[in-house]
């Protein structure tokens, strides 16, 4: 496969990836469920500390196996195929599909407020899947260049709005920095769990791994310093969120910058802050509905789902509108706040279980092969945070996490019926048999 993607544009996918819904709809909801803003961004600040030390490790991984279909394929090299077909399987239904329906939902939802009228179907956010589905099934770059212009809009929008909101707020912000003596385990480890999903994004560039040039330098560089940008703009903007207005006015928002906006600046900033989130959540939609596809493309390839997935001409046009049509469903079918616990759970045990992998790939194969800045404690601690996350989750959220690992279970029957005369029956992974 042609590399052709640098550092920048490894780096644009990343971002583009990051900073959708999540960014403008998570702090109403963890506002809700903590009670205080200081706790709100305390926990936007762990998911940061996560995601970066989760970003180190994906990157070494990457390294290693710079291929691309991210999990599947790190999962299925380093340490069995079924556990790589999990991942995919966990992709295309949760780890794609969901995110796009809910950065689509909030793409709706923002509309709406905008024009001042009650929330209605989402006719904005499908048709905002369909055209972007098109430009990526059209050509690559002409896709790749669209969403480079348009991640470049939306860090320069959301300067702008932090330094307003930041002038207009400012003598709020040390409350910012007040934290209660005692708040809600289980409800911060829900917080959490919908901030990972904002975060989300931080491992999109190993999805198209096998089309960057130089993955040894690049590949890093453009999780890590992307995912740091992301972490300083989502401390910025919402923290400008939460103290531009009383808590009672921002609690359980979904469209939590539009009131904000609204408060600091009345109906134009308001209108401004829309059209800001119309860039960030098409950016969204658009960089998942291009790294998605490729993950289904590259099983396809290895013979684990139907041959009319792969890649044609270097562009996996089937596999995109199977994205499309499938984040259309959900869409159509699913609730913003479901959707956030559901996907952030789902992705959560993926990502966990890869990182995982890195470990045991490393104490294999050894230091020289599997070089990780800050080992064993940064792959450690993404490891414990996210199973912790997700376990508390499972206590307080049975059912949100119940369906996340039926989603899992499900993958085991569709395995065994694809695959079994398929080249990864025999379970011989790349990774051993390169040694």
């Known amino acids: 496969m042609t590399r052709h993607l640098g550092a920048w544009s490894a780096g644009a996918l990343v971002v583009a990836n990051m900073i959708g819904s999540g960014a403008f709809t998570v702090s109403g909801f963890a506002l809700a ?46 340490v069995h195929p079924l556990a790589g077909f999990l991942a995919g399987w966990v992709s295309l239904l949760a780890g794609f599909t969901a995110p796009i329906a809910v950065a689509a939902l909030g793409l709706q939802a923002y509309f709406d407020a905008a024009l001042g009228r009650p929330a209605g179907p989402p006719w904005i956010g499908a048709l905002a899947i369909v055209v972007i589905a098109l430009v990526h099934a059209a050509r690559l770059r002409l896709g790749v260049r669209l969403q480079n212009a348009a991640v470049a809009l939306k860090l320069a929008g959301i300067a702008a709005f932090v330094g307003f909101g930041a002038s207009r707020a400012g003598g709020r912000f040390e409350d910012a920095l ?90 134009g900033l308001r209108q401004a802050l829309a059209a800001l989130v119309a860039v960030a959540l098409f950016t969204s939609i658009s960089s998942m509905l291009m790294a998605g596809p490729r993950v289904y493309a590259q099983m396809a390839e290895d013979g684990v789902l139907p041959d009319f997935l792969r890649a044609r001409g270097g562009v996996p046009r089937a596999a995109v509108a199977v994205q499309a049509a499938l984040a259309l469903i959900v ?51 993404f490891v414990a945070a996210t199973a912790t996350a997700a376990l508390l989750m499972v206590v307080h959220e049975p059912l949100v996490a119940g369906i996340g690992l039926l989603t899992l279970l499900a993958g085991l029957p569709v395995y065994w019926a694809t695959s079994r005369s398929g080249p990864f029956w025999a379970g011989a992974s790349v990774a051993r048999s390169e040694r």
């Open 331 to 381: 869409t159509a079918s699913s609730g913003l706040a479901e959707l956030l616990g559901y996907a952030g759970f789902t992705l959560s045990l993926s990502s966990a279980a890869t990182v995982a992998a890195l470990i045991w790939l490393r104490r294999r194969e050894g230091a020289e092969l599997v070089p990780l800045p800050g080992w064993p404690f940064v792959p450690g601690l």
């Open 33 to 78: 469920a903590l009670g205080s803003p200081g706790l709100v961004l305390l926990a936007w600040l762990l998911g940061g500390a996560i995601a970066t030390c989760g970003a180190l490790s994906y990157g070494a991984l990457g390294r290693r196996l710079p291929l691309s279909g991210g999990e599947y394929t790190l999962l299925s090299r380093a």
């Open 178 to 267: 007040t934290l209660p003596a005692s708040f809600d385990l289980g409800a911060m480890a829900t917080t959490l769990v919908w901030v990972s999903f904002a975060y989300s994004g931080w491992n999109a560039a190993v999805y198209v791994a096998g089309e960057i040039r130089d993955p040894a330098r690049s590949l890093t560089r453009s999780l890590v310093g992307a995912t740091a940008v992301v972490t300083l703009a989502y401390l910025a903007l919402n923290a400008v969120f939460l103290l531009a207005a009383p808590a009672a006015e921002l609690s359980g928002k979904a469209e939590i910058g539009a009131v904000a906006a609204q408060a600091l600046g009345g109906a």
